[in-house]
């Protein structure tokens, strides 16, 4: 549980208990009485209400901030990754032309003691 929601419900519970024992204790008829808890309720249910709207929305920014920096985080990586990946194929294509120089060098050398050889 985050510590807004914590926090909410702190709020909640404290305004609850001190409307509700508040109210038992005052000295008022038992239709004063429900009367004014319904009043009190009321307030509570707009207070919690107007909370919780600020809550969602909280969380609807955090989650659009979150995603937000994904995506860029994304990006970035991928960006390193294909830079990355371009680097290696430039070198592979580079070792893959030393690579056929040699064997075509070698290729060459057999040949020459080949004829060699068989002048002998």
């Not at 204790?25 to 207070?47: F, I, Y």
């Amino acid at each position: 549980m985050s510590s807004d929601s914590k926090l909410l419900l702190g709020l909640i519970l404290g305004a609850a208990t001190g409307a509700v024992a508040g109210l038992l204790l005052a000295p008022a008829s038992g239709k004063e009485t429900r009367e004014n808890l319904s009043d009190k309720a009321g307030e509570l249910k707009s207070d919690f209400d107007k909370k919780f709207n600020e809550l969602s929305k909280k969380l609807k920014d955090l989650d659009d901030e979150s995603l937000k920096d994904f995506k860029e985080k994304f990006s970035d990586m991928k960006t390193s990754v294909k830079e990355k990946y371009d680097q290696v194929a430039a070198k592979v294509k580079d070792l893959e032309k030393e690579l056929s120089e040699k064997i075509d060098s070698m290729k060459k050398e057999a040949k020459t003691v080949e004829a060699n050889a068989n002048s002998i």
